[in-house]
């Protein structure tokens, strides 16, 4: 699994509710390049529903290409409808398996302690199931890079120490914006949320000892959004793309990509910068409370107070 099937191997991750579907949206837009957003079917999609390339989620050609090489690698029972982000039994029903403990980011720190030679033995069938998705994808000759769209730190580490060119994109969108998607929806816990939202992006930023800042790239959703195009080149620059398209309107080229499960895929056909949205609706104190948040997290803080003013237009 060192080479990821010939395909250079890029992680999103991202906090959830933070843009991560644009993102891969965006990347998988780009030529040679494929990637499943969300990637999993999990426990609020249907596997009938249609994927975003104008097919059944069942009859999607990258999808069935690389779930037939992992059948004839020896995975008979192997189903995109049912794959898991981690390992977890095969008797677990997709439900339940959001409770498995390896799904839960709070496994991270014990995961990591494993040491790779038992991980090897331990989910024999997870990282050979990984290596044959990637085979299935590289064998086509259509694709160089992969953008694994699942935000999951577990998975992330548990792939670290067998994809030997694994790259990152850390996707960070303000924490007051992350907790207006829920103040809009009436919740009123603001605190818990955004205690997720830090512990989330702590676990992430300690993959930079690991991967060095040339395989870890930390973003913000309001540079996506704002200047896709200095973004996509700042990518192409980090991944060493012969080719991007960063020419407006940045379209989403939607019949290329292959996404299921999420709303915003159904309509989304460019980037729109909807960045600001949270100005001026979120009651100051709670305004506060976020950018507090923010500065507790010190490296985040100053990729924010790195940005124009001007970068934060509508």
Same mark, same amino acid.
């Given at each position: 699994m060192n080479d990821a099937g010939n395909l250079q191997y890029v992680s999103l991750m991202s906090a959830p509710f933070s843009g991560s579907t644009l993102l891969s949206m965006l990347l998988c837009s780009q030529p040679r390049s494929i990637g499943f957003g969300d990637t999993y079917h999990g426990k609020d999609s249907d596997p009938r529903n249609e994927c975003t390339c104008g097919v059944s989620f069942l009859e999607c050609?990258?999808?069935?290409?690389?779930?037939?090489?992992?059948?004839?690698?020896?995975l008979s029972d192997f189903s995109w409808a049912t794959a898991s982000p981690v390992p977890v039994p095969r008797w677990m029903s997709v439900q339940a398996r959001a409770y498995w403990p390896l799904a839960l980011s709070v496994s991270l720190y014990p995961v990591r302690s494993i040491p790779a030679w038992l991980r090897q033995r331990l989910f024999r069938r997870f990282y050979l199931e990984n290596r044959l998705i990637l085979s299935g994808l590289a064998k086509t000759g259509r694709y160089d890079y992969y953008f694994d769209g699942c935000k999951n730190p577990v998975r992330l580490e548990l792939l670290r120490t067998e994809i030997s060119n694994l790259k990152v994109i850390h996707l960070v969108r303000h924490p007051a914006a992350f907790v207006y998607h829920f103040y809009r929806l009436g919740e009123r816990k603001p605190e818990e949320r955004l205690r997720q939202w830090r512990n989330y992006h702590r676990k992430v930023r300690t993959f930079l /000892?690991?991967?060095g800042n040339e395989n870890y790239l930390p973003v913000t959703y309001e540079d996506v959004v704002g200047q896709p195009g200095v973004f996509l080149r700042t990518v192409a620059d980090f991944l060493g793309m012969d080719q991007v398209d960063d020419s407006p309107p940045f379209l989403l080229r939607r019949s290329e990509i292959h996404i299921q499960g999420n709303k915003m895929?159904?309509?989304?056909?460019?980037?729109?910068?909807?960045?600001?949205?949270?100005?001026? /609706?979120l009651p100051e104190p709670l305004v506060q409370t976020a950018m507090e948040s923010l500065h507790e997290l010190p490296w985040a803080a100053s990729m924010y107070e790195s940005r124009s003013p001007n970068d934060d237009r509508n």
């Open positions: 050609q990258p999808r069935n290409e690389s779930q037939d090489e992992v059948r004839r690698g020896g /000892k690991y991967f895929r159904k309509t989304a056909d460019r980037v729109l910068n909807m960045a600001n949205k949270w100005h001026g /609706k």
